[in-house]
């Protein structure tokens, strides 16, 4: 069964700090996505990761870095934590093929701001 | 880029009614549609999917239904249970970019007993 790991299920920071949010699968997936969920709008794609090293943008990148130095390890960093990134994070990955295959969430971590 | 949209945004039914969830998908080059179930405090579970060359899949209580000419898709739940009380989430994606998902808004399910 496949295992997606986040670091933390909750977690308080502070305006302006650097924040690091992990994520490590056990499946030797290629492709790794990061999502925040807020009530009303449903997960919204911040960046993925195609292989290592490699990241893309999604559709809300603005504030928001990635890392992924090993294939089973993603990092989502916020530069300068603001209030309005209070929000669940998802992790997710999925295996590449031909064919779109599904894609596996960790458990989420509730992140606040203050 | 591709924009979802799904609907109720909240569901009410009694146990052992049918719900039925509707989501609309706009670009028509998206051949993948799962369907993810979050229970309170758990992650999204993937429950269902379809791809675009099949236009309906059943799995016991659940059934998927798609309309590519419609650009449309929905969830059937049959003889609904108190433990089919979650948000549920449509998705629509196309393979070439890179098994990107983009999400519906989610749809809160209550089941009575």
């Known amino acids: 069964d496949v295992k997606v790991t986040q670091s933390s299920r909750y977690l308080v920071k502070r305006t302006g700090e650097k924040v690091f949010l992990e994520c490590v699968q056990d499946?030797?997936?290629?492709?790794m996505f990061w999502y925040r969920q807020d009530p009303g709008l449903g997960l919204r794609l911040i960046y993925f990761s195609y292989d290592v090293k490699m990241k893309e943008k999604g559709d809300i990148p603005e504030g928001y870095s990635v890392s992924r130095e090993k294939k089973e390890r993603f990092s989502l960093i916020l530069e300068s934590a603001s209030t309005n990134q209070t929000s669940m994070y998802l992790c997710a990955s999925t295996r590449l093929g031909q064919d779109n295959q599904p894609q596996h969430f960790g458990d989420g971590t509730r992140l606040s701001i203050l | 880029g591709e924009n979802v949209e799904q609907h109720p945004s909240t569901l009410s039914v009694q146990e052992g009614d049918s719900a039925v969830i509707k989501c609309t998908y706009s670009?028509?080059?998206?051949?993948?549609f799962p369907w993810y179930k979050q229970e309170l405090g758990k992650r999204p579970q993937l429950i269902i999917d379809?791809?675009?060359?099949?236009g309906e899949k059943k799995d016991q209580r659940i059934a998927v239904t798609l309309n590519k000419t419609a650009k449309h898709f929905s969830l059937h739940i049959t003889e609904t249970q108190p433990e089919d009380s979650a948000v549920y989430f449509c998705a629509a994606s196309n393979h070439t970019g890179f098994q990107k998902l983009v999400f519906g808004t989610g749809t809160r399910l209550l089941v009575s007993p």
């Open positions: 670009d028509s080059a998206s051949n993948y």
């Open positions: 379809i791809r675009s060359n099949v």
């Open positions: 499946m030797d997936h290629e492709n």
